[in-house]
C-alpha cells in the first residue's frame, strides 16, 4: 500500500511547478539621461534594486555596491566602455568630493 501525501505537500509540489512554469519578469533598467557637467555630457542611467545582482565598486566612496542596491550607472557621452557604478547619493553630490573620495573640509 502507497502512502498519501498530506495535503501541504502536495500543494508545495504544485506550487513549485508552477512556478518553474511560470515565465520571467524582464529586468527592466530605469531612465537613461544626459547630463551637462563641467568635464564635459555624461550619460547617466538609472538601475533598480531589482536589476542590480552584482557587486560593484563606487568610484566616489570607494565602498562596495552590493546587490539589490538601487545605483546609477554614468559615462561620458562617448566612452560608454568606460561607464561606472556609483551610489546615487555620491553621483549627486561628485562636485563636492576630493579625488580621493573624501568630502572637502567645511563643503
Not at 565598486?57 to 554614468?74: F, K, N, S
Not at 562617448?78 to 556609483?86: G, K, M
Not at 573620495?101 to 567645511?106: A, C, T
Request: glycine fraction near 8%.
Amino acid at each position: 500500500m502507497t502512502r498519501r501525501r498530506s495535503r501541504r505537500a502536495r500543494a508545495q509540489a504544485q506550487g513549485q511547478a508552477q512556478a518553474s512554469q511560470a515565465p520571467q519578469a524582464p529586468v527592466i533598467v530605469g531612465s537613461e539621461t544626459t547630463e551637462q557637467h563641467p568635464d564635459g555630457d555624461w550619460v547617466v542611467r538609472r538601475v533598480s534594486g531589482a536589476a542590480a545582482w552584482k557587486y560593484y565598486r563606487c568610484p566616489g566612496c570607494e565602498q562596495e555596491i552590493v546587490p539589490a542596491t538601487p545605483h546609477v550607472v554614468c559615462w561620458l557621452d562617448d566612452q560608454v566602455a568606460d561607464r561606472r557604478h556609483w551610489h546615487t547619493i555620491c553621483w549627486a553630490h561628485r562636485d563636492r568630493r576630493n579625488p580621493s573620495g573624501r568630502s572637502r573640509p567645511g563643503g
